[in-house]
């Protein structure tokens, strides 16, 4: 089993910065990829950026050139660093790891960008 805890979410102005942090815990070792999604009202969850045990990540061609993902593997701790926020950003972000050939996600943490 795979627990993951975010935070770092809250409110900030467009063209303001975030940090989101996710924490692993269980057996982490199982684990093969991990990223972020995110989910505003009315829509459905989507991809924002993942990264692999070896270091690989994707984007969605929306975050691109703002948003950096990346993992600390000695805190077992994931981040998604956000900058040149967008109103359209405005969603709950869940951390999600991949392990034992099954989805694993963290209770979500809410990112509110005003214009």
């Known amino acids: 089993q795979v627990q993951l805890v975010e935070s770092g979410g809250g409110l900030v102005q467009a063209g303001g910065s975030l940090r989101l942090s996710c924490v692993a815990s269980?057996?982490?070792?199982?684990?093969?990829?991990m990223g972020w999604y995110r989910q505003a009202p009315g829509k459905q969850r989507e991809l924002v950026a993942g990264i692999t045990n070896s270091g690989s990540t994707n984007y969605a061609n929306s975050v691109k050139d703002r948003f950096t993902i990346s993992r600390d593997n000695a805190k077992n701790t994931v981040y998604l660093q956000m900058n040149s926020l967008k109103p359209e950003d405005t969603a709950v972000y869940y951390c999600?790891?991949?392990?034992?050939?099954?989805?694993?996600w963290g209770q979500g943490t809410q990112v509110t960008v005003s214009s």
């Open positions: 269980g057996t982490i070792f199982a684990i093969n990829v």
């Open positions: 999600h790891a991949y392990a034992f050939h099954r989805d694993y």
